[in-house]
Structure formats: C-alpha cells, structure tokens
C-alpha cells in the first residue's frame, strides 16, 4: 500500500480499510467544462475510497473521503491529515473525469505545491454527492491517470451494489446501511489536548472514581465511561510521547494577617526567607500526614509512541531554568485585614494600602528589587494578591484575569471572602521562538474565612461559596442546547494545572485554652503534631467538608495566632484571651504530571507588628512544555484510532486467562499476589473496568486489591491486573470473627461488551492481632490453632489476662538490655514479623545468634505497640474517658480501676506496672514518665468524637500509674 493510503488508514478505525487513494488539487467553483483559465490552484487534498466490510452478512459500503494534509507546525518535517469531507457511495452518488491540458501543480514535492512553467497533461475529476444540482458537486485535478483509473473503478464498482434511501439535508444524514460514517461524520473535529482547561480535582481524581456507578447486570452509563477512558488514554499517551522538555521554576509564596497595620519593621526575613532562625521557623523535607505529596521532578525517558510500532516516536527531555541565580521566579504574597475601618468594609476604592503594601515588599528585597516586577494584583477590602516577577519572563505570561468574591456580614460585604489571579505561564523556546508551546496554568486564591472557635460549620460554607463564585471568563461562548441563546462560559479555580491557597483560614484547634498551652510548653519534638491531631482544618479534609484533595506541607512552626502587644501573654507571647492556632495557611493541589516539591514551610516569629505572625514557603516546580502543533497532533491520531468506544461497530472481545484465582495461604501483615491477565481478542480497542458483584456490594473487600480497576486495551494487546491481598488491623478485626475460607467474586466489565467473573479464593490464618480483649481472654491456644471463629473457651472458664500480651511483657522483664531505647527506636521490620509468628503460633521465641540483643529487644517494644494499636476497642472503654479526665490524684486514679471491666484491670495493671519499671531503669525517670505517657495515652485511651477528652488529662491519667 502507498504512502497516500497509509496516511488516510491513520484516520480509521480497523473496521474500515483503505482502497484507494490519490492526492488531487481542490478546485472551487470549477466543472468539468472549466477551461485552464478558470482554474485557481493551491488546494492539496487526498481522494481515497474507504469501504467497511458487510456487517451481519450485508454488502461492502464505500464512501470517498476528502482529506486535508498539515504540517505538525514543528522541524520535524512530519504531517498530519484530516478529515475535510465524506461522500457515501449511494446509487445517486456519480463520478466523471475529464481530461485536460493546463499549467499544473507539482502534488508530489514534499513542500508547497509551486506553479510549473510548463504545460501539463491531466484529469479534472467531479464528484457529485447524490441527487443534487450541478454547483454542488466537488472537482478535483490530478495528473496520476493510473491511480485515478483505479478509483473511479472502485466508485462505480461500490455504486453498483450499493442501497437506494441516501438522503442529503444539511450536513449528511447517513441511513441506516450507512450507519458507520456517523462515527467520522461527528468527529470531523477532534479535542486539541492543549486547549483544553481540566478540572485539576478530576486530573487527581483515579480513573475508575471517575466513572459512572455500576454493578453485575447494571453496567452502568457505557458512553459516559467509554469517553473518560478514552480521554484518560489519549492525553496520557500523548504526553507521554510527545518530545517535549522540562522547565524549572521556582516560587516564593507567603500570607499575612496584617490586622489593619501599615508595615513597621524590615520585611525581609518574610519576604526573602532570610533570617529565619528562632522559634517557628525551621526548613523541612517530610511531607504532612494531610495527605502525600508530588514531590520531585516527573520524568519520562524514551517511551514508544503507540500509534506508529514499526517507526515509534521518543519522548525527549531535557530540563531548563531561567538563569543561574537561586532566587525566586515568582513571588506571590496574600493579604487580610489590610484595612478594617467601617468605611472600607462598605465602600472602598483606595490604592493606598496596596501601594504601601507594594513598596514594602519592594524595600524587603533590597537591591534584588532591580530584578522584578508586578505582575498582578487583586485587592477586595482588606484582602490582596499580588505578584511578583523576574523582569526577564514577564512575557512569558499571558491570559492573566482577576476575581474576587466577598462572603463578609450578610454575604455581601468584603471584610471575608477571596480574591484569586490565574494566569498562564509558557517558558521562552529557545529552540524555535516560531514554535507554539502549550502553557501552564496557575491559580492563586487568598481568602478569610469566618472567625471564632465555634464557627467550624460556617468556615466550611465559605469555602465552599469563595470556591463557587471565583471565577474568570473564558472569552468563549457556550450554545444552550436549544441552539438559540448563548451564554459566556467561565473558568473556575480548579481549572488549571496548580491550585495554591494562601489563606488566613480562621480554623482553630478543638481543645480547651489551658491544653494548648501546656502541650506547647512542653519540651518534646512531637508537641506540634499531638495539637495537629485537634486542628480544624485537618478535620474539615479528613470529613470531607472543605479542601478536599487538598496538600500541605509538615507544619514544624509554633501557631500564627494570635500575639497582642501590650495586652497579658502568656511564656511563649501568646494572648491569654485569644487560644492559639494555626490560622495561617499554604495549601495546594496540582496536575500529577508537575513536579512539586515544596522546600520551606515557616513561620516568621520576629515580624511582630500584627496579632499574626507571617508564614511563607518555597517551591521547586517542574513543568513539561509540549509543542502545542506535535501534541495536538498525536492527540488527534490517538482519538481516531481508540473513538469507535463511542459508537462501535463490533463486539469488543475481552479475554481473561482464567476464571479463578487461588492466593493461597494468607496472613496478618504479610502481602500476596497474582496477576489476571487482560487480551483484547477483537478488531476494535476495548475498556474495560472492574465493578460491583452486586449494588450494596464494596468494589472488593478490605483484605484485597486491584491494580489497575480500569483501562483501554488495543487490539492484540494484553494488561496485567494485579490481584492483590493484605490483611491489615482493619481487615484482620473482621477477618478474626469470620470462617477461614476465603471467597470473592470480581465482576470485569468490558464497556459496550459483555461481564467477565473470576473468583478469587485464600485461606485465612487467624491471628491475636486485632482482637478484642475478651476474644484473647478465651483463646484455648494459639490464634493459628482455632479451626473456627467461635472455637473458643466459655465464659467462665475466661483467662485473667491475654497470654499473647503477657508473654510480649515477660520476655522483656527479663531481657539482659537497656530498656531506654524501648518504643522511641525505628525497629527491625523482619524481627518483628518473627515475633508475631511466634505468637500466632504458640511456639518459642527463637533468633539468630548474630542477632543483637537490643535490637530483638526494641522489636519486641515495636510489637506491643502494634499490638495496643491494632486491638479494636481501646484498653479503657471510652465511656469511661470523661471520668480518668477528671482524675486529678494517683489515689484517685487507683480507686477508679473498680469501675473498670476485669479483663481491663487486669491488662492495665500489668502494662502500667512494666512501664513503671522501665521507668525506674531510665536515669531521668519523671522525663521518661511524661515520655511514655505522651506515646501509650493515646492508645490506651484513644480519641472518641463521643467522650472527647484532653489529650494533656489522658497522660496525666496514665502517668498516676508509671510514677
């Protein structure tokens, strides 16, 4: 086949083939009857003959499609084809061909077509779509007689068997013999992947959440899914080999409650990041128990292009940054409280605070102030975003729009709400300024939302009103579905590649004043992340009730809030009216293909002119920048071959190498898995996604997993499903009190196909993990020994107390080692599991000899913790929380021990009584009382939205019984 043929057949689905095709100059307005001087030249196009293979026994259909060849708009001299028209051969369709003698095009060069100074010999070809009048017909000029031959041939070859009814109104109508050009006919134009704004919660958002809910017998919405996964799959594939390169920037972001103050003090520190030495204000690398971060640079070397196996593309990459000096690219700074006179809150349209705002972080940057320049700035009352920029890429952005939406007294007044600035940045090519480059789109919101300890619910309210109302024009119109009214379109903040919040969020710490004052003065590193466990904001992420998907970084600074000079404090400076919080925050979301790593999170504790204290971060952001022409490009050839999802012609053929899967033996903490394997048999690419067996049904159950849970699969190609189990506390709590056989049935769906089953089975070996104290109590033996869950001891006949745990104490009351280095040292993870096999199965502990014995020592510390963390109901039943909270003596806390149930005495008194010596054996014995306390009262008397109770009284409970 030619090479006119192989470009059409990058067009088509494998259902359709090509005949024929020829390249031919489009004459507009010319007839067969045109003389050479009617002639008007320079119009490439294809004519090639496609035709679909009788369905269900039915003759072949041809259609002539009219196709357009582009360049790639790049150096690469590659081109692009598409669709321009699509004539069904009916028995009204006709074509003729006309010699003729003419000045001619050279349609065979590979650049563009040129005017020959000579005469030349060819064919004028007219097409005429069916019954219509002669204007309406199509004629084209080529000198390739033998191919033209050939497929004026096969035209009237596929007229003379083709069906009558062809109707013509419009844009082409096709009847039902014609059904398979509706797929070309409503996809004439494809996406082009680098206009399109996604919304970057649906980016981060896992492929199988995205679809539609379904269950064996409902398969849910089939085009919805099959347009997410094809989407899914074009834009990955397409970036992922698209030769693109990498750009560094670097980000300074900070937000300050300025409390209606002008600046007083030298800004620098904040500003520059200089000078941060002191309390609050420490650099880190760990990521916050918020949620892991993208962090690092998002590379991808080499990867073959799909859509050419015998010529692939390579995805290229090389990295650039601006210039050579570390200093930030942008910095952007947040604003509130900028101005809290009455008159502002109603009427304000003063420059005077943002100018001196303005000139302040000028002055911070001392003679660096040379380099930048404002870029943008948006000011709602007392809220301002601005931006700052090197000098040298203001070019580089473009797109930058403003929005500001006010949530302050009765919804309308601006003294809270959000200001936000999105923007696009496109590096400089410095490889071709002629290249089109795809930008990168950021958004940044400074927002106040509602004060005071109480109005949790009210803070999430206004995020969600700021969130919805933000919003920038697209410059786009949207048509109703009417047809008849337009409306303007518009972005939201989450449409974009990076999202950053910096905010005076107002969310504070749910514990009483005096708790988070003595928590803070107390000299243990993990002081900050026991108040976290409190802070408002965590909560509002964890319930989903507000930033969900939301980042952000380790917090390792003292609280922002609130500080009043002149007013009582108390040692650390903190007002003794106002509780402290962390009310000034950074937080984030980006594409996952951007590199993010945040370098710095602090507080600026010696900027002191306001009741807040500023916070500031440093980012690191790798961008891929992609030829705009070359993605669009591949995107376009990637549509094409994976859109007959949409509407498919055949039966997508999914098959599964088995039916049934055997993990075997499966046990506590220990993964196992197998592979399922995935062949697409059939002519058409398929997706496929895993779903409910039935509709109350989980995906799968909490001891086993799926990766990947959905996908698209070409034809002839195969995906490997890892199926997956580990038994963690949750799933072990369940698995305790269940039969040892195991069973699951997953339900694969091929999307317009049919259900596939595999039944999935293991054996489960009990174990003391993750077991309730009076299950422990009546254990005849072993946890490995029960043959069934309810194997078990009578009531009467109960232990005093768990043996497994017993044992676990015992050993280390009589280890030869420093007991100093118990629950505060990292342990060895493979002794551990020998320790807890020992238990499950009753048999002696045993170890190497080249084992140490402090080593098998702080694994033994390691197990109890996990044990006390892994039982189901905490040591003291919480309903008893409120009553140890209230305990203020070690007399007290001892009388107390009557209302407890016995298997809780018991336990409680033999762990505190081990503590207690471990105690005794340290040489600061009240430090490492306050030590244990800190790490085993949260265990023992866990948090309980029901009984809350202080995290400070819970130690102080506990410690009665250590000291």
Not at 718 to 741: F, T
Not at 775 to 790: E, F, H, I, N, Q
Request: hydrophobic share 40%; net charge negative; with cysteine.
């Amino acid at each position: 086949m030619g090479f006119m043929e192989d470009l059409v057949r990058t067009l088509l689905r494998q259902t359709e083939l090509v005949d024929v095709a020829i390249e031919a100059e489009y004459l507009p307005g010319a007839t067969a009857a045109s003389t050479d001087s009617d002639i008007a030249l320079g119009n490439r196009r294809i004519l090639a003959v496609v035709f679909h293979p009788g369905s269900f026994g039915g003759p072949e259909e041809g259609s002539v499609f009219i196709c357009k060849r582009t360049p790639w708009g790049d150096d690469t001299g590659l081109e692009d084809v598409e669709i321009d028209r699509i004539i069904p051969i009916s028995d009204a369709f006709s074509i003729s061909m006309a010699q003729t003698r003419r000045n001619a095009v050279d349609l065979h060069g590979n650049t563009t077509a040129s005017i020959l100074n000579q005469s030349q010999a060819g064919f004028l070809v007219t097409v005429v779509p069916g019954e219509s009048t002669e204007e309406e017909s199509l004629t084209f000029f080529t000198d390739n007689t033998q191919a033209l031959r050939v497929l004026v041939a096969e035209c009237k070859r596929f007229k003379d068997q083709a069906p009558g009814g062809a109707e013509f109104v419009g844009s082409y109508q096709a009847p039902e013999p014609f059904s398979w050009l509706r797929h070309y006919l409503s996809r004439t134009k494809t996406p082009q992947l680098s206009s399109l704004a996604w919304d970057i919660r649906v980016t981060n958002t896992p492929l199988h959440a995205q679809l539609s809910p379904a269950s064996a017998g409902s398969p849910g919405d089939d085009k919805f899914d099959a347009t997410v996964v094809q989407h899914d799959w074009v834009s990955k594939t397409a970036k992922a080999t698209t030769t693109r390169e990498q750009f560094q920037l670097k980000l300074r972001v900070g937000t300050f409650n300025v409390n209606g103050c002008i600046p007083s003090q030298d800004l620098s520190s904040w500003i520059q990041g200089t000078d941060t030495t002191g309390v609050g204000s420490i650099d880190l690398s760990p990521v916050s128990p918020l949620g892991s971060a993208f962090t690092g640079i998002n590379t991808v070397l080499d990867q073959k292009s799909p859509i050419e196996p015998e010529t692939p593309l390579t995805a290229k990459t090389s990295i650039t940054t601006i210039d050579e000096y570390d200093l930030p690219d942008i910095f952007v700074f947040g604003f509130q409280e900028l101005d809290l006179s009455t008159e502002a809150l109603l009427y304000s349209t003063s420059t005077f605070r943002e100018d001196t705002w303005t000139t302040a972080i000028l002055a911070a940057l001392g003679e660096k102030a040379t380099l930048y320049e404002k870029l943008a700035s948006k000011q709602l009352v007392g809220m301002l975003l601005v931006i700052f920029t090197k000098k040298e890429i203001v070019g580089c952005f473009s797109d930058i729009q403003v929005s500001s939406a006010a949530a302050g007294i009765m919804g309308f007044l601006g003294n809270k709400g959000g200001t936000a600035i999105r923007l696009a940045f496109t590096p400089p090519d410095t490889k071709d300024s002629t290249r089109a480059l795809v930008p990168t789109v950021f958004t940044f919101v400074n927002a106040h939302l509602a004060a005071f300890d109480e109005m949790y619910e009210k803070r999430n309210a206004d995020f969600q009103d700021v969130s919805r109302r933000l919003t920038f024009p697209t410059g786009s119109v949207q048509v109703m579905d009417n047809g008849n009214a337009t409306s303007a379109s518009a972005y939201s903040i989450y449409d974009c590649d990076v999202l950053i919040w910096l905010v005076y969020l107002n969310y504070r710490l749910d514990l009483p004043d005096q708790d988070v004052r003595d928590i803070l003065d107390s000299q243990y590193e993990d002081k900050l992340e026991t108040l976290l466990k409190y802070d408002q904001l965590r909560k509002a992420i964890r319930t989903k009730k507000a930033f969900e998907g939301f980042l952000e970084h380790s917090i390792t600074h003292l609280p922002t809030y609130r500080f009043s000079p002149g007013l009582p404090t108390d040692a650390l400076g903190y007002d003794m009216k106002r509780k402290p919080a962390w009310t000034d925050r950074v937080l984030y979301m980006h594409d996952p293909s951007i590199g993010f790593h945040q370098t710095s999170y602090t507080g600026h504790p010696r900027i002191t002119f306001s009741d807040h204290r500023p916070v500031a971060t440093e980012i690191d952001i790798t961008i891929n920048v992609y030829d705009k022409g070359q993605l669009d490009s591949i995107a376009r050839k990637l549509y094409r071959q994976v859109d007959v999802l949409e509407h498919p012609s055949l039966q997508p053929a999914l098959r599964l190498n088995t039916d049934s899967l055997n993990l075997g033996t499966i046990s506590y903490r220990r993964r196992v898995s197998q592979e399922l394997r995935l062949e697409n048999t059939g002519k058409i690419p398929c997706a496929y996604r895993f779903i409910r067996p039935e509709d109350e049904a989980p995906l799968y159950p909490e001891w086993l997993n799926v990766e990947p849970l959905a996908g698209l699969i070409l034809p002839g190609e195969v995906v490997n499903v890892e199926i997956s189990a580990y038994v963690g506390d949750k799933a072990a709590s369940e698995l305790n009190l269940g039969p040892k056989e195991l069973e699951w049935t997953f339900v694969v769906h091929t999307i317009y196909g049919r259900d596939s089953f595999v039944g999935v089975t293991a054996t489960y070996e009990y174990t003391c993990f993750a077991t309730n104290l009076d299950r422990l109590l009546r254990l005849k033996g072993s946890a490995r020994s029960l043959t069934s869950p309810d194997d078990l001891l009578p009531e009467e006949n109960a232990r005093n107390a768990p043996k497994d745990f017993m044992k676990l104490i015992n050993w280390l009351m009589g280890a030869d080692t420093d007991l100093n280095v118990l629950f505060t040292t990292s342990a060895d993870e493979n002794l551990v599991q020998v320790i807890q096999e020992c238990l499950d199965t009753g048999e002696e502990f045993t170890f190497s000899k080249n084992e140490e014995k402090t080593a098998i020592a702080i694994a033994f510390g390691a197990t109890i913790l996990q044990f006390l963390k892994a039982m189901p109901d905490p040591v003291i039943p919480a309903s008893l929380h409120t009553q140890c909270a209230q305990v203020t003596n070690r007399d007290d806390a001892f009388e107390l021990l009557e209302a407890f149930p016995p298997a809780s005495v018991n336990v409680w008194i033999s762990f505190t009584a081990f503590l207690h010596f471990v105690c005794q054996s340290s040489e600061d014995t009240d430090a490492r009382v306050v030590q244990l306390a800190m790490i085993f009262a949260p265990i023992l008397l866990r948090d309980d939205d029901a009984y809350p109770v202080s995290p400070f009284k819970r130690r102080r409970f506990l410690s009665f019984f250590m000291s």
